[in-house]
């Protein structure tokens, strides 16, 4: 019989952003799969996308943001990673009224406005991400309507800021230093405010991926990768109220984020993608944006009837890795038509023999 706190405990492992699990103990590459000394699988979670909702103003808001494992940064990749200043007129002309001359008196109504509907309608101010001007607009508006904040505190988050708007302004922006603070800071409100502008600040993450996948481009990669539920709106103001955050509460968010797991796999400029549930269509849509910029052709291989629908499990890890084995296993090439037809046989196995995916990954 399976050890039911062994299994829970590994899929957690295996889903967080762990820098001690080795998933080489497991998958051997050097099964199969000529030039193998050149396969990279990658347990380090570089690609992800975090999804979560928030209601403001009455309204719900859905956000999908590319995200980036902070455990695990590769110095030279964060160092290179440049922002640009923003071409919207709008998201400029709110920038230098909140932040150049920070004087809440200088908003009129209809600037209030344009805040809402940006965070709103926010897609129609991106290009192919939350760039740092929109993010700290999005944030800074999201402070000035919460009820649950109170004044000193907001304060607090406008003088944080200001300060990390000038450094922008004046090209000394660091983002290091951001990623230190929420993984580090141990002063409550610095901590909340550092991974406020980490989820939102979708600029960095695409960036970040995309050199990585530059520098990696002649590699054949598996990566184990997340949908993550990291909710920097309930982390700001304690879940309307209902949640007292600490930093042991955002330190876990952050660490084991609630989500679903996915698998990529690059081969030449081809990027497969695998998901072993339903699957969303507009974070399909995100995925194929990001890939594009690397120059990969986005190619979904997952069945049209998914296992995890027809299991209703959560064992949506192990389906991921026990395809990583049954590829290596059975030789497979990397090539469109050749990996689609052997996840239905993939699945179509573990289905018709009543396999314990676990086990039969794991153990």
Do not use: A
Not at 30 to 37: D, K, P, T
Not at 83 to 100: A, M, Q, R, S
């Amino acid at each position: 019989m399976v050890n039911v706190k062994k299994q829970n405990d590994m899929r957690i492992n295996l889903s967080s952003f762990s820098k001690i699990f080795k998933l080489k103990k497991y998958l051997k590459l050097n099964q199969g799969l000529n030039n193998s000394n050149k396969y990279i699988l990658n347990n380090e979670k570089i690609i992800n996308i975090n999804n979560f909702k928030f209601v403001i103003n009455k309204k719900k808001v859905k956000f999908s943001t590319y995200y980036t494992n902070p455990f695990n940064m590769i110095p030279d990749i964060l160092s290179n990673v440049k922002f640009e200043k923003t071409k919207n007129t709008t998201i400029k002309k709110l920038c230098d009224k909140i932040f150049i001359n920070p004087n809440k008196n200088n908003l009129n109504e209809f600037d209030l406005m344009e805040l809402n509907t940006i965070l709103i309608k926010k897609n129609k101010f991106t290009n192919k991400y939350i760039g740092f001007e929109h993010g700290m607009l999005i944030l800074w508006y999201i402070i000035y309507i919460d009820y649950f904040i109170n004044v000193d505190e907001k304060q607090e988050y406008y003088n944080l800021i200001n300060h990390y708007f000038t450094q922008f302004i004046l090209n000394k922006l660091c983002f290091e230093e951001i990623i230190y603070g929420m993984l580090c800071n141990k002063n409550i409100i610095h901590k909340k405010f550092y991974t406020m502008i980490y989820v939102l600040v979708e600029e960095f993450h695409f960036k970040y991926i995309n050199k990585y996948l530059d520098i990696y481009k002649n590699y054949k990669i598996f990566f184990n990768s997340n949908y993550t539920k990291i909710n920097p709106i309930d982390i700001l103001n304690n879940v309307g109220g209902e949640f007292l955050y600490n930093l042991e509460f955002i330190n876990e968010d952050i660490s084991n984020p609630f989500g679903h797991n996915i698998l990529f796999i690059k081969s030449d400029n081809h990027l497969y993608y695998y998901d072993p549930d339903e699957q969303n269509l507009s974070n399909i849509y995100k995925l194929k944006i990001l890939f594009k910029s690397s120059m990969l052709n986005f190619l979904n291989i997952s069945n049209y009837i998914p296992i995890q629908t027809i299991t209703d499990d959560s064992n949506c890890v192990f389906y991921c890795l026990g395809l990583i084995k049954y590829i290596l296993d059975n030789n497979i090439e990397l090539k469109l038509n050749k990996l689609k037809n052997k996840v239905i046989s993939f699945e179509t196995f573990l289905l018709s023999n009543n396999i314990n995916i676990y086990t039969w990954t794991m153990c």
